[in-house]
């Protein structure tokens, strides 16, 4: 099956059409297709690229793909960095598959994507075995809205050069093998509403910085190497419903200035964080 796809997409390269815009889309596919190692028999066309796959590819009136979901297709190999010529879309998913490598730098090419789970304004990309680091160059992901690259084999640093990624509500990352501090620099995600980087290698202490999240109700730091105190300047955080920072090294005491009442999970534990009782 493998070398039949590797057949179609050397058809589908060579062939010239006129009046087709999204050409290179098919071609982009058909090379996914190969890469990922999908179990599909159909060749991608100019015909049935919108046609055939849906409601695994999307695309607009004219054509476009928008969309890419693939939760669960048992995808295996890597994801070729052809897919940046998607220049339309918008939401790529690939979650709860085997696949592995890193991940492309040039998909910093889909400025219109708002959703990265991998949910670009939603890229998903969670429960694979993908290494390497998180490639700065996202950061130009202008849109991207979410953001989730849990249960993989990632390392390195959380990139401050995210900080960049002002529409940015949901950062989930938890589960792999970050190291490195949590960047001061991201106070400027003034949107964030979830941020989970659980069960890594993160060290230093919680960012002050980060009292600019007003709107933050989901907060998950647990599992890491984090020192230091619980930051006063968290009172700020008037939506926080989620707070779990167990299983680090921290200190001191519950500031007296968080409204504990609007907390609705808390787990301190196997930390040394005095609660005071009034």
């Not at 949107?191 to 980087?197: R, Y």
């Not at 009292?211 to 989901?218: A, D, E, P, T």
């Not at 968290?234 to 609007?262: D, I, K, R």
Request: aromatic residues 12%; charged residues 10%; hydrophobic residues 40%.
């Amino acid at each position: 099956m493998y070398f039949r796809w590797r057949a179609a997409l050397c058809s589908i390269i060579t062939l010239m059409v006129d009046g087709l815009p999204f050409q290179v889309e098919v071609e982009v596919m058909a090379e996914f297709f190969v890469a990922v190692r999908y179990t599909n028999t159909t060749p991608v066309t100019p015909d049935n690229l919108c046609t055939s796959w849906t409601p695994m590819i999307v695309c607009s009136s004219d054509e476009k793909v928008l969309e890419l979901n693939f939760t669960n297709a048992n995808l295996k190999g890597t994801l070729p960095s052809s897919l940046s010529q998607l220049e339309y879309i918008r939401s790529f998913v690939a979650k709860n598959s085997q696949l592995t490598g890193t991940l492309p730098a040039s998909i910093s090419n889909w400025t219109k994507l708002n959703y990265f789970d991998a949910h670009i304004d939603k890229f998903l990309i969670a429960n694979n075995q993908l290494n390497g680091t998180l490639p700065s160059a996202y950061s130009a992901l202008a849109r991207l809205q979410s953001f989730y690259g849990d249960y993989n084999m990632l390392m390195g640093t959380l990139p401050s050069e995210y900080s960049q990624l002002t529409a940015l509500g949901t950062f989930s990352c938890s589960n792999n093998r970050l190291s490195g501090t949590l960047p001061a620099s991201w106070r400027t995600l003034l949107l964030m509403t979830e941020l989970s980087v659980t069960g890594n290698s993160l060290s230093g202490t919680l960012p002050p910085e980060y009292s600019s999240w007003s709107m933050i109700s989901f907060f998950e730091v647990d599992g890491n190497a984090l020192t230091g105190t619980l930051p006063p300047e968290y009172a700020n955080w008037t939506m926080l419903h989620w707070l779990v920072v167990n299983n680090n090294f921290l200190s001191g005491t519950l500031p007296v200035e968080y409204s504990v009442n609007q907390i609705l999970f808390l787990r301190l534990r196997n930390n040394n964080v005095a609660i005071r009782i009034f």
